[in-house]
T-cell receptor, first 113, second 116 residues
Framework: RKEVEQDPGPFNVPEGATVAFNCTYS??????FFWYRQDCRKEPKLLMS???SGNEDGRFTAQLNRASQYISLLIRDSKLSDSATYLC??????????????FGSGTRLQVQP | EAQVTQNPRYLITVTGKKLTVTCSQN?????MSWYRQDPGLGLRQIYY???????DKGDVPEGYKVSRKEKRNFPLILESPSPNQTSLYFC???????????????FGPGTRLTVL
């Protein structure tokens, strides 16, 4: 079983739609959680951190359920520019000091006019 | 401008010919990593460095070497490349703050390597 699992998609949605991505992680020692965005053939960039209480940044809302080891990302009012791959990222700091960032394979979103 | 740079961006080489991919950051970050990205597998960490002269293996270190002689540079060395090292490689840096939410990873633009 992968440490971080995501539905690969693609999710094809019309402009203005609301779309939700889910992610599950297997390591209960995980400490921090993030969503990164990756455009085709480009580097990942931080979209937002995910806090236990849930957090919102404009049209984006992230939720974390530690008990179920589940993370979600909701995008409201989708724009064409939201088309990208969204990576679920889970972090823990090991005893050695290593930042063990584990990346999901990503969920591809295609917003259509 | 705060950034991570990598060179070359694209490289086609042959099996066994040693190569180095350079990585440099201008943010005075302590922590640097190398990842490879393959379809369906996500990004996997190859090596990381917590500071100058401190490096250690990540999840997939076989066939790779690194060095950290200066804080800003973290080159990735393939002594004898093989076709299974064909991949998209990313260098990343961050402040080392113990995994807090402010500890964002900044990625370089990527190096697409093909080993024939």
């Amino acid at each position: 079983r992968k440490e971080v699992e995501q539905d690969p998609g693609p999710f094809n949605v019309p402009e203005g739609a609301t779309v939700a991505f889910n992610c599950t992680y297997s390591n209960s020692a995980s400490q921090s959680f993030f969503w990164y965005r990756q455009d085709c053939r480009k580097e990942p960039k931080l979209l937002m951190s995910v806090y236990s209480s849930g957090n919102e940044d404009g049209r984006f809302t992230a939720q974390l359920n530690r008990a179920s080891q589940y993370i979600s990302l909701l995008i409201r009012d989708s724009k064409l520019s939201d088309s990208a791959t969204y990576l679920c990222v889970v972090n823990k700091v090991e005893d050695t000091g290593r930042r063990a960032l584990t990346f999901g394979s990503g969920t591809r979103l295609q917003v259509q006019p | 401008e705060a950034q991570v740079t990598q060179n070359p961006r694209y490289l086609i080489t042959v099996t066994g010919k040693k190569l180095t991919v350079t990585c440099s950051q201008n943010m005075n970050h302590e922590y640097m990593s190398w990842y490879r990205q393959d379809p369906g597998l996500g990004l996997r960490q190859i090596y990381y460095s917590m500071n100058v002269e401190v490096t250690d293996k990540g999840d997939v270190p076989e066939g790779y070497k690194v060095s950290r002689k200066e804080k800003r540079n973290f080159p990735l060395i393939l002594e004898s490349p093989s076709p299974n090292q064909t991949s998209l490689y990313f260098c990343a840096s961050s402040r080392f703050s113990g995994g807090s939410h402010t500890d964002t990873q900044y990625f370089g633009p990527g190096t697409r390597l093909t080993v024939l």
